[in-house]
């Protein structure tokens, strides 16, 4: 997703190819693996993850404001 991409060697850990990735594609890409593991596996995954806003006000990954 964008220049985000899920690690090669641990699942949790979200990498940065190339340096391109934005929030917005971590975040996107986080809430695309909690989905899809959520209708594979019928697991509910919990983002440990946080999102600080411009405005300083901070959110987990699923709940980010505007990506939801």
């Known amino acids: 997703m964008g ?3 899920v690690s090669e060697i641990h699942a949790n850990f979200i ?5 391109r990735a934005t929030a917005r594609d971590v975040l996107s890409l986080v809430r ?7 209708q594979e ?5 919990y983002a ?3 999102y600080v806003a ?4 901070m959110y987990p990954a699923h ?3 505007g990506l939801n």
């Not at 596996?41 to 995954?45: A, F, I, N, Q, V």
């Open 32 to 38: 695309l693996i909690r989905e899809r593991v959520k």
């Open 3 to 5: 220049g985000a991409q």
């Open 15 to 19: 990498n940065n190819v190339g340096g």
């Open 54 to 57: 411009p405005d300083g006000k």
């Open 63 to 65: 709940a980010v404001p």
């Open 41 to 45: 596996t019928g697991h509910h995954l």
């Open 48 to 50: 440990e993850v946080r």
